[in-house]
């Protein structure tokens, strides 16, 4: 289990809390509950947390064959995702992701940046062969 429960609980994630440059992810799972508490009202497009990467905000990034197995909870400040928290502030660090999946449950964070996939950010459409859980 991963926890950041401080009133800094910002970039949080199962395998990397932060990527600042350019980052892949390839073949990585998170079997662990992850979970931050930051309840700042204006962070929730840059402090996240997820199964594979809390943030990452200026640089693309790219998962290929992740997953996530593990319970996600954030608070009102954090932007939550199954597999990453923020993936990228705009269409120049665009997330990418292919063959990925998250399973756990998703909880809290900010009611508009929560998602199985990516909480916050952009995705390229590149991005193929990914699932989640749908509720029925």
Excluded: E, M, W
């Excluded at 395998?15 to 930051?38: E, H, Q, R």
């Excluded at 200026?58 to 939550?80: D, E, K, P």
């Excluded at 998250?102 to 991005?127: E, F, H, P, R």
């Amino acid at each position: 289990t991963v926890s950041g429960s401080s009133s800094y609980g910002y970039h949080i994630g199962g395998i990397a809390g932060y990527a600042y440059y350019a980052a892949d992810f390839i073949n990585c799972y998170n079997k662990g509950n992850v979970s931050a508490n930051c309840s700042a009202s204006y962070s929730q497009t840059t402090y996240g947390v997820g199964g594979i990467l809390g943030s990452g905000v200026y640089a693309a990034r790219n998962f290929t064959n992740c997953y996530n197995l593990g319970n996600i909870t954030g608070g009102t400040g954090n932007s939550v995702g199954g597999i990453v928290g923020v993936g990228g502030s705009s269409a120049s660090y665009q997330a990418t992701l292919k063959n990925s999946y998250s399973n756990g449950t998703i909880s809290g964070g900010y009611s508009y940046y929560k998602s199985d996939l990516v909480g916050y950010g952009y995705v390229n459409s590149a991005s193929s062969n990914n699932y989640y859980p749908v509720l029925l």
